[in-house]
């Protein structure tokens, strides 16, 4: 665009006009007018409420915060009771939050691989199988997964006085799946330090056999090094500490199974939904991704004597990794956000907690509606963050 | 040119802020139709029959105070809520009176900002089990599953009698009464608790009613009763003396069948005043003065409100018990009309 000649063929116009037929002037202008338009939405939102919430005498406040929740959460990582503060409820459904959010993710990244690769497998069956279930999976309402799920578990599955055993150690029944628990003796403290050392030895062995290579181009065998230091010698301290550990097997009595752990069938129904919902469009993306390497680099790969398994480890998976994060990013902020589906099947997140119990029991809409879509964002911006330096780390660097 | 005059109507939209209004009853003669907030559904309370119209105790009420109010009882439009939705419904005046087993607490009337028009239904928490596991007192419930529904005051009586009484249990969080159906039955939970008319109320849509039963304990106070937004008193008078007029109907005798008779020749002065032939009564609330008579002809007096919908001949099968007339033996006792 060039400005100077503008000027020069516009007809002349007094005073303000002017501006407006200099094109630099002219998007100074609109952008000034947008934001002000902008603002004025903004202002014109925020007065409306306070002036709803004075003329129903409502006055914003965070104190209820800080009163007891009164309620029970039926899971929860740390002591809460109905006494605790509805701050505490909130931290509780925050980290329920977290567990379903993180365990998720685990899941569909792992399935969601496995399908991407399975889907370009050159086997007819195994190719059409993984089709249907993708296309199954991505185009029914995550919500609709949800139910299923969870309808099958507490509908179909027996109840606890007849559940079903593995052992005498694992239940499953519509209550969820009852399992034992660790109880630690003095000495596993020995084991479990040997293991935190294993893994810091096998980080330590991996550069020193990049370095190696680098070097020498000689190959150390990594992974057999690796398992040794990490699972081998812990197991051999624990032997030879006498196996310091024991475990609680949960027992039914009374109602319920009583002792060890219970992954109750909210969780299981609400992770397993989500997990597969969203693994059904990794599959996708990382096929995209795997398809957008270039055949030549395959090709090249083998000319230069490298086998099958080796090309697709150093040669198309860096490669498409390029291409698969930053939609895999925003499929773990969808996995993450619709978590706060939990409320349909009664499932304690912070939607339900603080966005629900609490905002019903103490009336405050405008409070804890502000705070869940807070933290809701807080959450998202810290998965993206990480995601966006995983992109950067990976992405081709140009010289 | 253009620019100032968008600016000056932007200016002018946000000045024209969109406030809470405070006259409901001119806004509901003016809409022509009265907007209820009920429950989703629940059998005798209020529900969809299998013609999709609506039905139920606190639903005749609903249409008792429309015809006093419009002239009609059909006009009204029921808007269904869940436990938790039900008072930002009220309060955002998507509905003009909340009509939902609602239990009229202090929060509620003073930081809800509600206003209670009265009590409807002298209720109390109580919890309902399956005959096959052998319990029969509360007592005993240490260690169940508690189906429950959140955002009700019965969530918090939950919590503290388990807490008072030194026992665990599971709190199975389901939001309407369809849900706690569908988990108690499949054995979700081993309890189901919520006010005892409401397990009444579910446990005659059970396939097989007789194989649970209720337990001996009734663990609150759970006085029901409808709602209006706090700030608006000729609304709340309004409604709340068409409340009043279905108890007294009950008292004087005034039924849906002989409602006409008695106001062509009232037997005493009282019936003349609530069916309006003596006095101005109506007119004092912003009605007019044929206001319970077309209240009682819409769905006959309180006694016959519950008898048609929980009462004893019905698949609910409720009792009167406190909620029969003060002069029978229970609490029921409206202010006289005069």
């Not at chain 2, 809520?81 to 009220?90: D, I, N, P, S, Y």
Request: hydrophobic share 45%; charged share 15%; proline share 4%.
């Amino acid at each position: 665009m060039s400005v100077a000649s503008d000027t020069d063929s516009t007809p002349q116009r007094g005073g303000i006009m002017r501006l407006w037929y200099d094109s630099e002037a002219r998007q100074v202008i609109i952008q000034i007018f947008t934001i002000a338009v902008l603002f004025a939405l903004v202002f014109y939102l925020v007065r409306n409420a306070v002036i709803n919430l004075d003329a129903i005498g409502k006055s914003l406040g965070f104190d209820f915060l800080f009163q007891p929740a009164n309620y029970d959460i039926n899971q929860s990582f740390l002591e809460y009771d109905s006494r605790s503060s509805n701050l505490k409820a909130a931290i509780v459904g925050l980290l329920n939050t977290f567990l379903v959010a993180g365990l998720g993710i685990f899941i569909a990244t792992i399935v969601g691989f496995v399908m991407g690769v399975l889907r370009l497998s050159k086997n007819f069956l195994m190719n059409r199988l993984v089709y249907c279930y993708v296309e199954a999976m991505r185009n029914v309402p995550v919500l609709l997964w949800i139910l299923l799920v969870h309808g099958f578990i507490v509908v179909n599955m027996p109840g606890p006085r007849q559940a079903l055993g593995l052992g005498e150690s694992f239940f499953f029944s519509n209550r969820g799946i009852n399992m034992p628990s660790p109880l630690p003796e003095p000495l596993f403290w020995a084991t479990a330090i040997t293991f935190i050392l294993g893994v810091i030895g096998a980080i330590v062995f991996k550069r020193y056999a990049k370095k190696i290579q680098d070097e020498t181009g000689k190959i150390l065998p990594v992974l057999y090094v690796s398992f040794g230091l990490i699972v081998v010698l812990p197991v051999i301290v624990y032997f030879i500490t006498g196996a310091p550990l024991n475990w609680e097997t949960p027992a039914m009595q009374g109602f319920n199974f009583q002792g060890g752990y219970v992954v109750k069938p909210e969780l299981i129904a609400l992770t397993l939904a989500l997990a597969l919902y969203t693994s059904a469009f990794i599959a996708e993306t990382v096929r995209s991704g795997i398809l957008a390497v270039n055949y030549g680099q395959t090709e090249a790969a083998g000319a230069l004597g490298l086998r099958n398994n080796r090309t697709l480890q150093l040669v198309v998976i860096p490669q498409a990794m390029r291409v698969i994060v930053p939609p895999l990013t925003s499929q773990y902020l969808n996995l993450t956000k619709n978590s706060s589906l939990a409320i349909a099947i009664g499932y304690m997140d912070i939607t339900a907690t603080l966005g629900g119990i609490t905002l019903n029991q103490t009336g405050r809409e405008m409070e804890c509606m502000i705070l869940v879509m807070a933290i809701y964002l807080c959450i998202s911006l810290a998965v993206s963050s990480f995601m966006n330096w995983y992109n950067n780390r990976i992405k081709l660097i140009e010289r | 040119m253009k620019l100032k005059s968008i600016l000056v109507a932007g200016a002018a939209l946000a000045m024209t802020a969109t406030v809470a209004n405070a006259a409901t009853l001119e806004d509901v003669k003016a809409s022509g139709e009265l907007n209820c907030i009920v429950t989703t559904g629940l059998v005798g309370f209020a529900y969809t029959d299998a013609n999709g119209r609506w039905n139920g105790f606190d639903v005749d009420f609903c249409r008792a105070t429309a015809a006093a109010v419009l002239g009609d009882g059909e006009k009204v439009k029921f808007v269904p809520t869940t436990g938790k939705t039900r008072f930002t419904a009220l309060s955002s005046g998507e509905g003009d009176i909340l009509y939902r087993n609602t239990t009229v607490t202090m929060s509620r009337d003073a930081d809800l900002k509600l206003t209670f028009l009265g009590v409807n239904y002298y209720d109390g928490q109580g919890f309902m089990v399956s005959k096959a596991l052998g319990v029969t007192s509360a007592k005993q419930l240490n260690g169940a599953s508690v189906c429950i529904q959140t955002g009700t005051t019965t969530e918090l009586n939950l919590a503290d009698y388990f807490r008072a009484q030194g026992m665990s249990y599971e709190p199975v969080p389901i939001e309407t009464n369809e849900e706690a159906r569908t988990n108690y039955l499949s054995g979700r939970c081993d309890v189901y608790t919520t006010d005892a008319s409401g397990l009444a109320a579910s446990r005659a849509t059970f396939e097989s009613p007789k194989d649970h039963i209720l337990l001996p304990e009734i663990i609150s106070k759970e006085p029901l009763g409808p709602a209006v937004r706090q700030g608006d008193d000729a609304w709340a008078d309004a409604t709340r003396w068409v409340l009043n007029a279905l108890i007294e109907a009950e008292e004087f005798g005034i039924t849906s069948a002989n409602a006409d008779e008695m106001a062509a020749n009232p037997p005493n002065p009282t019936v003349a005043r609530i069916l309006g032939v003596e006095g101005n009564y109506g007119e004092m609330v912003g009605l007019d003065n044929q206001w319970a008579l077309r209240a009682i002809k819409a769905v006959g007096n309180y006694g016959e409100i519950f008898d048609r919908n929980i009462g004893p001949n019905t698949e609910i099968g409720l009792e009167r018990g406190l909620n029969a007339l003060w002069t029978n033996g229970g609490i029921l006792y409206a202010p006289p009309i005069r």
